[in-house]
């Protein structure tokens, strides 16, 4: 939470966490913390890289980022 009291900015991170673990934990088993680490990091990567959003112009968050950071330069 950025400011005392104020529950509805934590909103975003908890969707985060809510889709890591819908994606990873509740729908795999895994036998080692290694496995289930890696998972973590494969869905992190796809979520950052991989993931299309119409908000962003059909970029990823991560293309998105790179094309309004060299307008701002």
């Known amino acids: 939470m950025s400011r ?3 529950p509805r ?3 975003p991170i908890e969707s985060f966490f809510h889709l890591l673990k819908i994606a990873t934990i509740h729908s795999n088993e ?3 913390y290694s496995d289930m680490k890696a998972a973590i ?3 992190i990567y796809y ?3 991989k993931r299309y959003k119409e908000k962003l ?3 990823s968050p991560v293309e998105y980022r790179v094309k ?4 701002i330069a």
């Open 68 to 71: 309004h950071t060299e307008k």
């Open 9 to 11: 900015d934590n909103a």
């Open 41 to 43: 990091d494969e869905w």
């Open 47 to 49: 979520y950052n890289n």
């Open 4 to 6: 005392k009291g104020k």
């Open 57 to 59: 112009g059909g970029l």
């Open 30 to 32: 895994y036998e080692t």
